[in-house]
């Protein structure tokens, strides 16, 4: 039973438009999500957190919006450039618990 | 600086034989992950490391797999008699902070992985 879930395998954006890629949870004690990104051959790095006591969290390009009622986030990255096609993975966690990983998103933004 | 890195960067081996999987952390983090990402899917957790001891060891899948920390550093990750289910890239990650402390410098920093091929 998958907890975290992106159910877009892919998306492709142009260069310059906004990019949207969500997730939903199934956890409802999830208190913290993140997202990263991979490039091939590299591991996950870092992106953008939000806590369960926001709903929006802002990092230049990158905003993640939260919306604890639907168990629902989104990263939006804005504008898209084509060195954000990456593989994108959103986590949660639950206080003292790992993180649990959705399967990804892999953007592609053309130029 | 240096990141975390893993060593080898690719290992094939056959089936029932065993494996060892190393990873270096960035210096002074206390906190070391092991994941395991199959193909088409996300990073799997399967043990947390803080300092020498293994604080959440709940992913291992079976007593097949096995990992220490000696000295609060380098780790390993051992697995025995291997299957070929258990190909897959090996991840592990570290953090200044566990990842109970939300917010509070407990970012994972992840390494390039050990891709295991077992035939």
């Known amino acids: 039973d998958q907890q975290v879930k992106q159910n877009s395998p892919s998306l492709s954006v142009q260069e310059g438009r906004i990019s949207i890629l969500n997730c939903d949870y199934t956890?409802?004690?999830?208190?913290?999500f993140l997202w990263y990104k991979k490039y091939p051959a590299e591991g996950p790095t870092f992106l953008i957190s939000i806590s369960s006591i926001k709903d929006k969290n802002e990092d230049g390009r990158f905003t993640v919006f939260l919306n604890k009622s639907a168990k629902h986030l989104s990263l939006h990255i804005v504008p898209s450039q084509p060195g954000d096609s990456a593989v994108y993975f959103c986590?949660?966690?639950?206080?003292?618990?790992?993180?649990?990983f959705g399967k990804g998103t892999r953007l592609s933004v053309i130029a | 600086g240096a990141g975390v890195s893993q060593t080898p960067s690719n290992k094939v081996t056959e089936k029932g034989k065993y494996v060892e999987l190393r990873c270096d952390p960035i210096?002074?983090?206390?906190?070391l992950y092991w994941y395991r990402q199959s193909l088409g899917q996300g990073p799997e957790f399967l043990i947390y490391?803080?300092?020498?001891?293994?604080?959440?060891d709940s992913g291992l899948p079976n007593d097949r797999f096995f990992a220490v920390r000696p000295e609060g550093s380098v780790s390993t990750l051992k697995i025995q008699r291997t299957e070929r289910g258990d190909s897959a890239v090996y991840l592990c990650?570290?953090?200044?902070?566990?990842?109970?402390?939300?917010?509070?410098?407990?970012?994972?920093?992840f390494g390039p992985g050990t891709r295991l091929t077992v035939l």
């Open positions: 990650a570290s953090s200044l902070n566990p990842y109970q402390l939300a917010g509070a410098n407990n970012e994972q920093f």
């Open positions: 956890n409802s004690m999830f208190d913290y």
């Open positions: 210096s002074g983090h206390t906190a």
């Open positions: 490391f803080q300092g020498t001891g293994a604080a959440d």
């Open positions: 986590a949660a966690s639950a206080g003292n618990t790992p993180l649990v």
